[in-house]
């Protein structure tokens, strides 16, 4: 059994210029985002053993967060450039890499790359909002065989969403 949750960042709404993209800080609706996402975290149950994440300030910041609700130590997220500019194909190589001995991970990154990620393994996830999270759930014993689309379990929260479980239905569009 594995377990994957697909976190987008928080809210960075930085209007700084001459800050680029990669350098964007958590904002402070983002700040009320992340303790909204810990306790999600929990709710979930969320054991988490491994977090990648994308490069980017805000997802680390968010990465970090999730890492301190999981028991983790914020200096055990893998920051992984494909997190950042990488296309759903190359997020479903990510976690098909991923050591088999783990059996809960979460991915943080941006959209639309986990939208369209999540939309692989459930087609209903249309938009993934600022600290949203997937969490899917698949009844397989690596993660090579998580990623071709047998998600048994798929739920969408969102701050100011309510839980929405998901039809876990492979997206024919990308394959693994």
């Known amino acids: 059994m594995k377990t994957l949750l697909l976190v987008r960042h928080a809210s960075s709404g ?24 810990a306790r999600c975290a929990r709710d979930h149950g969320a054991l988490l053993q491994l977090i990648v994440s994308s490069p980017a300030q805000r997802a680390m910041a968010t990465a970090r967060v999730l890492a301190e609700a999981a028991g983790l130590r914020g200096d055990e997220v893998r920051a992984d450039d494909r ?46 909002p600022s600290a949203g999270m997937v969490v899917l759930r698949f009844d397989a ?11 048994t379990h798929a739920v969408l929260d969102a701050p100011l969403l309510p839980r929405t479980p998901v039809p876990p239905i492979t997206h024919p569009g990308i394959s693994a």
């Not at 930085?14 to 996402?37: H, I, K, Q, T, Y």
């Open 83 to 128: 997190l950042y500019e990488g296309g759903a194909r190359r997020l479903l190589d990510l976690v098909a890499g991923f050591d088999d001995e783990c059996t809960h991970a979460a991915v943080v990154g941006h959209n639309p790359e986990l939208a369209d990620l999540g939309r692989h393994f459930a087609t209903a996830i249309t938009h993934l």
């Open 14 to 37: 930085c209007n700084d210029m001459s800050l680029a993209d990669r350098f964007r800080p958590v904002d402070a609706r983002g700040e009320r985002e992340l303790a909204w996402l």
């Open 141 to 151: 014993g690596s993660w090579r065989d998580a990623v071709r689309g047998r998600a």
